[in-house]
């Protein structure tokens, strides 16, 4: 149905970088204060609880997080489409329409804190982590440029579904660039500093 149909296409990631995981980690420090709030302050735990910590205010905490956006891969390109109406198989003459969108998008991959397994022995907090997920894949701005035809005019919903068509393709490229594995190594690191605040206490991941 979709003929002659050409994409260009060139994406990165935006990684985590220093002053973005120093912001993460007052925010989250934030949110972590008033998870732990209704229970235990907050302040004593961080300077060494006497009666310890228990993973269900840790986890009562991150749920009030909500989610991490730990890595975000952004993209650009341009996508073409040539359309003909069709009698049995070939093409009618004088019906061809067709369009070219240029377009931005971003996709955040992350975690849904709440689905985080945790676990206190001793002095060692242990964290299970679900699998990474995407957040949010969109396209910031686009621009088409039409050649249509009165034939065969070009239907309201054709750009819209070759844009859905660019967000599927430009989450598999992401994905074969490790963006899920960078989400996961990016979480580590955050979670690994924001409870490394509890004196006393190690984190541990499985």
């Known amino acids: 149905m979709k003929e002659n149909i050409r994409e260009k296409t060139d994406g990165f990631f935006r990684l985590v970088g220093f002053v973005a995981v120093v912001v993460a980690i007052v925010l989250c420090v934030n949110h972590f204060q ?23 205010e840790i986890r009562a905490a991150l749920a009030a997080i909500g989610e991490f956006a730990t890595a975000e891969y952004s993209y650009s390109g341009q996508a073409y489409v040539e359309k003909s109406r069709k009698v049995f198989g070939c093409k009618v003459p004088f019906t061809k329409h067709s369009f070219s969108v240029s377009y931005d998008g971003v996709i955040k991959f992350g975690f849904k804190i709440d689905e985080i397994d945790v676990s206190v022995s001793g002095n060692m907090i242990t964290l299970a982590l679900p699998n990474p997920v995407v957040l949010d894949n969109y396209v910031s701005t686009y621009e088409t440029h039409e050649d249509n035809n009165m034939f065969n005019p070009i239907s309201s919903n054709e750009v819209s579904e070759k844009l859905e068509e660019v ?40």
């Open 34 to 56: 008033n998870g732990v709030a209704k229970e235990k302050k907050l302040a004593e735990a961080l300077s060494g609880y006497e009666e310890g910590v228990s993973a269900v």
């Open 167 to 206: 967000k599927d393709l430009e989450l598999e490229k992401a994905d074969e660039k490790g963006a899920y594995k960078l989400a996961t190594k990016n979480v580590k690191y955050l979670l690994a500093e924001l409870l490394g605040k509890f004196e006393g206490y190690s984190v541990t991941f499985r």
